[in-house]
């Protein structure tokens, strides 16, 4: 390892005091688990918490699951590093509830049971259209699941001084086993809870960072922005000002606009928040679920404006840039330089909970999913029990934590904030032109489904393989790699821009309506009628899913 990293990490807090913290947390965590398992008697138990969480608790824990360790750890460390154009993610998530609150959340809740595949297959040909919204699921699940291995693997190494790769891969293994745990246990009533005590815990110590920060600089905003200037020398004013990671060129300005569309429109494609509608009892329910869940989110991000330009001004671009985690290091760092070693173990730990708490509800995201739509309603045909889906499903789970950390391995070291965008990207075209056409349109059909999905999917997934991300970025000045394949001598990259929404958004609502006129397929208007009417007043709900 090179000088300039020894120096974050000798600089880290006591790896001793973080363990003991991060312990705590995790059997903290694990006992909520156990308590809530006890509970986990059928199918919707399992799957939906038994429909039992109020508005406020759901909110609350939608808002764990969004406020991911790309929201804590990624977005801190862009604004630190980008100033005003790493500001764009907070807005850009944030912007995205409105999406999922005025079109989605409540006709999803009324129309589905488990998956977003029993709101797709409503009135469409079973088989096909819940296979494909399973793959698309799990190919969501999967780039989300990236990320947070990512943060994971960077975040212990800064705080456990572990330098290696192959050291880091095993704190990601750990994550993965943990993750397991979680699931197998506590099902959707055990990672709601662990969702709505993390999300709790991660708003206050990032609002005890904020208000520590701004009292440092005597709660005047101006000379917090002026301090982060100051301290930035190589961007200077540029960190205030909008260009300095996009609108340089032609590209960044297309790379900025793809990269809003995703964030925008992906929210609304989520399976894993888009599922946590389904643990409330009722549509009124999951209305004050989103807004319990926009208020903490809005709050945070402007935490995260301030956490961004401190990490700037009292820690510096280049330690962030020379911890293990790079960016994703700006706040754990400020919380050393803040507090010393205790508000280091305590935030960081908090950081860590919040890994364990989205992958956990990744993978049973992902896990119901397989089980459900796959396993239950096309290889059983529906002949299953509740109970023979379930074990289905904590085999799945297994199988996904396994990919799960293989995947995170290999994506160690980048900007989680970043991989997380590229999930966005993924459900913005894969899942949410279907889930549209779907609610709205009376003429769509399962040719239009199966053309939107697999083909949003598709172009997603060979974009971004064949984009920058993956090889070919340089750094101009260092000439070092910024691609997944940092051998600086492989590029195989033709797309242009880092992220494909600007391409794959488009180009899966034109395959949707595409494939719906030029299919013979007969709408069955009485199908869509129920749809339409059960979406729009919840009549029927409870028994969604047509066998």
């Known amino acids: 390892m090179t000088a300039p990293l020894m120096l974050p990490l000798a600089t880290v807090g006591n790896p001793t005091v973080n363990i003991l913290i991060f ?11 156990l308590r809530a398992s006890r509970n986990n008697k059928t199918a919707a138990d399992f799957y939906a918490g038994g429909r039992s969480f109020t508005g406020p608790q759901n909110g609350i824990a939608i808002a764990g699951d969004y406020l991911s360790a790309a929201s804590f750890l990624g977005i801190a460390g862009a604004i630190a590093l980008n100033g005003y154009d790493g500001f764009l993610y907070s807005i850009g998530f944030l912007v995205a509830w409105l999406v999922a609150l005025l079109l989605v959340a409540e006709l999803l809740r009324n129309t589905g049971r488990f998956t977003m595949a029993d709101v797709l297959s409503f009135r469409l040909k079973q088989r096909p259209v819940r296979m494909a919204a399973a793959i698309s699921t799990l190919g969501v699940c999967f780039f989300y699941l990236l990320a947070q ?18 050291g880091q891969s095993i704190v990601i293994a750990v994550v993965g086993v943990l993750m397991i745990v ?155 330089e803040l507090g010393g070693e205790v508000l280091l173990g305590i935030i960081s730990a908090v950081a860590f909970a919040t890994i364990l708490a989205v992958v956990a509800g990744l993978t049973i995201t992902a896990s119901t999913s397989f089980a459900h ?47 997380v965008a590229l999930a966005f990207a993924v459900a913005a075209s894969a ?82 309506w595409l494939g719906t006129v030029t299919s013979k397929e007969q709408v069955d208007t009485d199908k869509f009628a129920e749809m339409e009417v059960r979406s729009l007043t919840g009549a029927g709900a409870e028994k969604a899913v047509q066998h």
């Open 23 to 33: 312990a705590l947390f995790v059997l903290a965590t694990l006992a909520i688990v």
């Open 149 to 166: 291995m990512a943060g994971a693997g960077g975040l212990v190494a800064l705080l456990l001084g572990v330098s290696g790769r192959a």
């Open 182 to 336: 979680y699931v197998l246990v506590g099902g959707m009533k055990g990672t709601t809870w662990v969702q709505i005590v993390k999300a709790v815990l991660l708003v206050i110590g990032a609002g005890i960072m904020t208000l520590w920060v701004l009292a440092k600089y005597t709660f005047n905003l101006s000379g917090l922005l002026g301090a982060a200037v100051d301290n930035s020398p190589a961007a200077g004013e540029k960190l205030l000002n909008p260009g300095l990671q996009y609108g340089l060129t032609g590209v960044t300005k297309l790379d900025f606009l793809s990269l809003a569309l995703a964030l925008v429109l992906g929210t609304a494609g989520l399976p894993h928040v888009l599922m946590r509608f389904y643990t409330v009892p009722d549509s009124k329910e999951a209305r004050r679920s989103v807004s319990w869940a926009i208020w903490i989110i809005g709050i945070f991000y402007l935490f995260t404006l301030v956490l961004g330009y401190g990490a700037a001004a009292i820690v510096g671009p280049d330690r962030i840039k020379a911890a293990p985690g790079k960016a994703n290091s700006a706040a754990p760092l400020l919380a050393f």
């Open 373 to 419: 739509d796959i396993y239950g309603q096309i290889i059983k045909k529906g002949q299953i029990s509740g109970d023979g889906e379930v074990r289905v499903a904590r085999y799945t789970a297994v199988v996904i934590g396994l990919v799960a950390i293989v995947g995170g391995i290999f994506a160690n070291g980048q900007n989680i904030a970043f991989l």
């Open 431 to 512: 899942n949410l032109p279907t889930i549209l056409y779907s609610l709205f349109w009376r003429r769509f059909n399962t040719r239009g489904a199966l053309w939107s999905i697999y083909g949003g999917l598709a172009s997603t997934i060979i974009l971004i393989a064949f984009s920058p991300v993956v090889s070919g970025k340089v750094d101009a000045k260092t000439g070092k790699s910024l691609s997944m394949i940092t051998d600086t001598g492989i590029d195989f990259h033709w797309f242009p821009l880092d992220n494909p929404g600007i391409v794959s958004i488009p180009l899966a609502f034109l395959l949707g």
